[in-house]
């Protein structure tokens, strides 16, 4: 008899201990979920930031500037990379029921598909100096609109193989 007792008990303690983790555990994977998702865009807004903005900014990819071809080509590679933490961010905010998270990834799938056109031409070494303009204000006005609602999304430096 003081085994089934003491199995009952522990059956008992393990269901209750469920019963009481089960909630929490639904917030904790929110927090989870929003930081896995600023920790992806954040990703993507580093290589853009670094690897095509400040080059941008700085002519390297004018004609004539010493390095051009392998700039611009890095910098494709670098927006192909963005595109690719931005869909893994979309495919985030797919199933969840956070306003945050379906607000901001309502903005994701025109961006990256803006990331992957621009990116596909530098890679194929055509300079688009309108479509890395009009990134850069995408890419700020998605910051904007995360941190106007509490959820700052920072660089993250992620360093990309070859770059």
Known sequence: MPTIRLSSRKALLVASTLLVAGPLQQAQASVYEKATFALHLGAAY????????????QYKFKVGAPGQKANIAKAGLALLFSAYQVNSAIKMTQHTNDPFLKSIGGLLPNFSKSLTSVGNSLKNGNFDEQG????????????????????PIRPIAVPIPGL
């Open 132 to 151: 890395i303009q009009d990134l850069n204000k995408a890419a700020t006005t998605l910051l904007n609109t995360a941190e106007s609602q509490g959820h």
């Open 46 to 57: 580093y290589a853009f930031n670094t690897w095509v903005w400040k080059p941008y900014r």
